[in-house]
């Protein structure tokens, strides 16, 4: 079965700073989408970025990017230039087909406090 | 116009009601589902149904059951609630790898 692990319960950084969130995932498939949402205190789920498998390239989204390493199957998160508004649960997701069907396997979540 | 709605946002009930939580989507995605946060936050799906047909059905409870009456509704009814079912109810709609997530439903079970 996937499983999507992210190692750091919590992670804080210093406003105007870089952070580094961390992912990885264990599956035999080949073609595959990976996500990361943003979760405020808002509870809503927000698309961060997405990232497809077959994809050499790595997903940037403004302030944020991938480090999508297909061969450690590692799917880490950066954030350049911290705002406040970044504190957040972050997850990371993994979109996995069984039997025709769809879903998303979320890891556990990190904590991201910014300082200011 | 919001995506993906759910109703009621907060329901707080006594042990052994049975309440529902209802889900509209305004997107034409083919598939919804339904996830639940627990109280450390993990997501977990609990089911997806895919043009009304029941697809993904995780286990669950008997106690949990979902009803959708049309491709742009998901409803989840729960019976005889459990002090464990207090939680975060995600419904959510795709269609290939676009996924909408709804504002969630807190459910809290004295």
């Known amino acids: 079965a996937q499983t999507v692990t992210q190692s750091q319960p919590e992670m804080s950084v210093q406003e105007a700073e870089t952070v580094t969130l961390s992912c990885t995932y264990d599956?035999?498939?080949?073609?595959?989408?990976l996500f990361w949402y943003k979760q405020p205190p808002s509870r809503q789920m927000i698309l961060v970025i997405r990232?497809?498998?077959?994809?050499?390239q790595n997903a940037t989204e403004n302030r944020f990017s991938v480090n999508f390493q297909k061969a450690a199957k590692s799917f880490s998160l950066k954030i350049s230039d911290s705002q406040l508004g970044d504190a957040a649960m972050y997850f990371c997701?993994?979109?996995?087909?069984?039997?025709?069907?769809?879903?998303?396997?979320f890891g556990q979540g990190t904590r991201l406090t910014i300082n200011p | 116009d919001t995506a993906v709605s759910q109703t009621p946002k907060y329901l707080v009930t006594q042990m052994g009601n049975d309440k529902s939580i209802k889900c509209e989507q305004n997107?034409?995605?083919?598939?919804m589902y339904w996830y639940k946060q627990d109280s450390k936050k993990f997501l977990k799906i609990m089911f997806s149904?895919?043009?009304?047909?029941?697809?993904i059905n995780e286990t669950v409870p008997n106690r949990f059951s979902p009803k959708s009456p049309d491709k742009a509704h998901l409803n989840l009814h729960i019976n005889s609630l459990e002090l464990g079912d207090s939680a975060v109810y995600f419904c959510?709609?795709?269609?290939?790898?676009?996924?909408?997530f709804g504002p969630g439903t807190r459910l809290t079970v004295l």
């Open positions: 990232q497809e498998a077959y994809k050499q």
């Open positions: 997107l034409g995605h083919d598939t």
């Open positions: 997701a993994y979109r996995t087909i069984i039997q025709g069907a769809q879903k998303l396997v």
């Open positions: 959510a709609s795709s269609q290939g790898p676009t996924w909408v």
């Open positions: 149904y895919n043009n009304k047909e029941l697809i």
């Open positions: 599956t035999s498939e080949s073609d595959y989408y």
